[in-house]
């Protein structure tokens, strides 16, 4: 079959793609993590900044991709930089969201009991509300990350890295006969990047939740 | 670290017991709240004795779990001192207090996440206590509240019952050993039978520990059962009596607190009475339940009262009999009469006593010491003329005696 022989011949470029792919997506992620827990952290502390925290991420969702990674161009320039941060842009609203939503469902009585029993704040969080909210944190980054690695593809048009590449180069020689195997190879790709995402998360999942709330 | 370590030291608050000093003294300590015009708490000034439990009871909403967070600082008082064994806490590092001081509420609030030995070793852990030491006070505790260590320790909350939850909460709250334990409504929400177990074991363990207790509850009999003292507070957490339960009980200071006490004063107050200190009726005829019928009957002749009691060997009630059974009795009293009912221990309290005399047809307690062997009989005169001189206001006297006969 063609597109077969197209996977068979190309595995090496689509393999380095799909490398490139995890990558970005990964620091991304990463990044929209550590900034979507600090915020959903305020979010949840201040009722008067939440509806504004979760205001502007929300927004961030529903800015067109093609035009929200055009407009870091003249600021960051073409590759990896404008990717990523329009990658990380896309990601925070879930995971601050569930931040907050998780922080709010830990059960007051037990804080008070801590609170009351000596523990400072910065334990407080570290030992009793982050691990109680992590589960349904965990989830946000999912999500998060389910939804990026499809954003991604379109990374290619600021020159970043990734499968999307795949698919252009297909885009780009429409009516050639290879074009459609391009666009099918990187799109086969990417969902099994998917899969593998949620693989991880799932171990990860087990892994990082506390046996008693399992 | 000086001051932690002389309470965690095993029999520090005990030395400690026998001078007079309060354990906590309140002075005029106030509690306001912005944009209220009235101080949630106004000016609570009370001292409260060392190894004893001091009740905090009153109507929702009065204050009385402000007052109680005033002292370990979950809420900072607006004004007023806090003392502390002698020391004033009023602003000291409220991290460092509140290790020394052991804090259960009614939702308990075991860290799900954590098993249940880690749960105990929580204040321990902030103090920075040596692993085998934490594992060997963790196993101490679980034993102290009855739990088995080999099966609890590595347990977690969620895969235990309301009363063993609530048992946990205390052993944390014990766990460095403090002086002295805040507790907010700990049975509020636990069902009566294993609430009234709790109770049991709580003053058990009191026993043991000899903590000074500042517990919350709404509920004025519990505050009865387990208090040493009672403070009845009004609103905005006013004092409106604080004495022991048996002075609140005879001597209401207002006419609130008589209605806080509620009509059954007389009644409550039976439960601070032990059958053990009034005066039994020892003059009741008894004969040996393996001797004769005859000699029976000589003995209930010549006592003037209408049944005799058999004892047996041990001196242990057996059956009741009067004129009639010993003339039916064909020499052999085992199987005369009737048996006896409504026995009582000595340590009972005399509202168990008097349940147990309407329960049984005798309209008489026979009071036990503990081996079982016979001390006296109880009536229901006695309590009477019992619940008449601790109450001063004879219609509460006969509004008891009218709830007790329906």
Not at chain 2, 260 to 268: T, V
Not at chain 2, 279 to 295: M, Y
Not at chain 2, 314 to 332: E, F, I
Request: with cysteine; charged share 20%.
């Amino acid at each position: 079959m063609d597109f077969y022989k197209h996977l068979n011949d190309n595995a090496e470029y689509l393999f380095s793609d799909a490398v490139d792919h995890v990558m970005v997506v990964a620091i991304s992620i990463g990044i929209a993590l550590v900034l979507g827990c600090a915020l959903g952290v305020l979010a949840h502390r201040s009722p008067r900044v939440r509806p504004m925290i979760l205001a502007v991420t929300s927004t961030m969702l529903t800015i067109p991709s093609l035009a929200l990674f055009a407009i870091f161009i003249p600021l960051l320039g073409l590759g990896t930089p404008p990717a990523v941060t329009a990658l990380v842009l896309y990601a925070l609203l879930p995971i601050v969201r569930n931040t907050v939503v998780g922080l709010g469902t830990v059960d007051q009585n037990v804080l008070r009991a801590a609170r009351g029993m000596g523990m400072g704040p910065w334990r407080r969080f570290a030992r009793i509300e982050l691990p109680l909210a992590w589960p349904v944190v965990l989830t946000g980054v999912r999500v998060s990350t389910q939804v990026v690695v499809g954003i991604a593809a379109i990374a290619a048009l600021v020159n970043g890295p990734g499968l999307g590449n795949e698919i252009f180069r297909g885009l780009r020689s429409l009516g050639s006969p290879f074009a459609l195997n391009f666009v099918l190879g990187g799109t086969l790709a990417i969902v099994v990047v998917a899969l593998l995402f949620d693989t991880v998360f799932i171990l990860l999942r087990r892994l990082t939740t506390a046996r008693g709330i399992r | 670290m000086t001051a932690t370590d002389q309470i965690a030291g095993p029999g520090a608050s005990q030395a400690a017991a026998t001078t007079a000093e309060p354990m906590i003294r309140l002075e005029e300590l106030t509690k306001s709240y912005r944009g209220q015009k009235k101080p949630a708490v106004d000016r609570v000034t009370m001292d409260m004795p060392r190894g004893e439990i001091i009740v905090l009871v009153g109507p929702s909403g009065c204050g009385k779990t402000t007052t109680m967070e005033l002292i370990n600082r979950l809420i900072e008082p607006t004004s007023g001192r806090i003392h502390l064994d002698g020391e004033d806490v009023t602003t000291a590092d409220p991290d460092t207090l509140r290790r020394r001081i052991g804090y259960v509420i009614q939702q308990i609030g075991l860290f799900p996440h954590f098993t249940v030995g880690e749960n105990i070793a929580t204040v321990p852990k902030l103090l920075g206590w040596d692993k085998a030491r934490i594992g060997n006070r963790v196993d101490e505790l679980l034993d102290l509240v009855g739990l088995d260590p080999a099966v609890f320790a590595k347990r977690y909350p969620k895969e235990l019952s309301g009363g063993q939850r609530q048992r946990i909460g205390v052993a944390r709250a014990l766990a460095a050993d403090p002086p002295v334990m805040l507790m907010d409504e700990p049975f509020g929400a636990i069902d009566p039978i294993t609430r009234e177990r709790l109770q049991n074991e709580f003053l058990r363990l009191q026993q043991q520990v000899k903590k000074t207790i500042v517990f919350v509850t709404h509920d004025i009999d519990e505050a009865i059962k387990l208090g040493d003292r009672i403070a009845i507070l009004g609103e905005q957490s006013r004092i409106a009596q604080y004495d022991t339960p048996a002075n609140i009980l005879s001597n209401p200071a207002s006419t609130y607190v008589e209605d806080f006490i509620g009509s059954g004063a007389s009644l409550k107050r039976l439960n601070l009475s032990l059958v053990g200190d009034v005066a039994l009726d020892t003059g009741a005829a008894t004969a040996r339940i393996d001797g004769t019928a005859a000699e029976a009957r000589d003995t209930l002749e010549s006592s003037g009262r209408s049944a005799l009691l058999l004892l047996d060997g041990q001196g242990r009630p057996q059956r009741w009999v009067d004129a009639r059974d010993l003339d039916r009795a064909d020499g052999d009293l085992r199987r005369a009469g009737e048996p006896v009912s409504a026995l009582v221990d000595t340590g009972a309290t005399l509202s168990y006593a008097l349940n147990e005399m309407l329960t049984s047809n005798a309209g008489v307690a026979l009071v036990v010491d503990g081996s079982g062997a016979f001390q006296g009989l109880l009536d229901f005169e006695t309590v009477m003329v019992t619940t008449r001189s601790i109450q001063r206001d004879s219609s509460d006297f006969y509004r008891a005696a009218k709830a007790v006969t329906d």
